[in-house]
């Protein structure tokens, strides 16, 4: 069972943070996660189009670029982290040009060795999975795929093709930020994506308080949290780690809570 596996096999919701890398003090703000609770960490790569992300996610990657964050810097922040956490799963998320400039195989291997273990690629569908899904799987790195409230019944069969890790789905259709959909809704796409395959459901965009983050909880395998984390980075720069922290205990609280209260 590898690192992500065993994240969702805790007989518990798992709650899944986001962060830019480069974007504030990052190996404290990683370790902050942890501390406060996070299962799984995603490690946002800084584009300069980066087309599914609100306003809050939009500023961390110009603060993140205009500090000169590069690919290499983000490879040693992954092999730092994973030389101070041994079994938290860490996933790469961002864009393909970053990803596959040098090649995919380069990228996934590469991805490999800092011990992240998946990657979630935004812009590239799994109609074109080749461009990144084959060299990714050949590194045993998962190839973590979202699905939509779009993404209907004859098209999830190929978004599940080639998926490992988890299914994010990403549950408005639209940019993160702000909005949130209707508890309804969620719990309908995960029901009907929980009986299309057996990856773990984490659900996310839009998720920032302890009471969302429990409503998900009860009904997905996974919460995920991006933009409100972000906004603390920017808002308390290097001071953000102990904010951080301790945002991130309410969330856990509430996530680990959710299930109990259920039954």
Not at 128 to 137: C, I, K, P, Q, V
Not at 170 to 196: M, P, W
Not at 213 to 242: F, N
Request: glycine residues 10%; aromatic residues 4%.
């Amino acid at each position: 069972m590898n690192r992500l596996e065993r994240a969702f096999a805790k007989g518990q919701p798992a709650l899944v943070c986001f962060v830019t890398a480069g974007d504030g003090p990052t190996p404290a703000i990683l370790d902050a996660l942890v501390e406060g609770g996070a299962d799984v960490i995603e490690l946002g790569m800084p584009f300069t189009d980066p087309m599914a992300d609100g306003p809050a996610i939009q500023q961390a990657n110009l603060r993140s670029l205009g500090a000169g964050t590069t690919t290499a810097d983000i490879l040693r922040i992954a092999r730092d982290f994973r030389a101070r956490h041994a079994d938290v799963p860490l996933v790469l998320m961002g864009y393909a040009n970053p990803m596959t400039r040098r090649g995919p195989d380069w990228f996934a291997a590469a991805a490999r060795d800092a011990g992240v273990d998946g990657v979630i690629c935004v812009d590239v569908p799994a109609e074109e999975d080749d461009s990144l899904g084959t060299a990714l799987r050949a590194c045993d790195v998962a190839n973590i795929r979202l699905a939509t409230p779009t993404t209907d019944a004859a098209r999830l069969p190929q978004v599940l093709e080639g998926a490992s890790g988890f299914l994010y789905y990403v549950s408005v259709a639209g940019i993160t930020g702000k909005q949130q959909a209707a508890q309804a809704s969620i719990e309908d796409a995960v029901a009907r994506l929980k009986a299309s395959t057996d990856l773990p459901v984490a659900v996310g965009f839009g998720v920032r308080t302890p009471d969302q983050a429990a409503a998900i909880a009860r009904v997905a395998d996974g919460v995920v949290v991006g933009s409100a984390i972000v906004e603390l980075i920017g808002e308390h720069g290097e001071d953000a780690p102990r904010h951080v922290r301790a945002y991130i205990e309410t969330l856990s609280s509430a996530v680990r809570a959710a299930r109990k209260e259920s039954v």
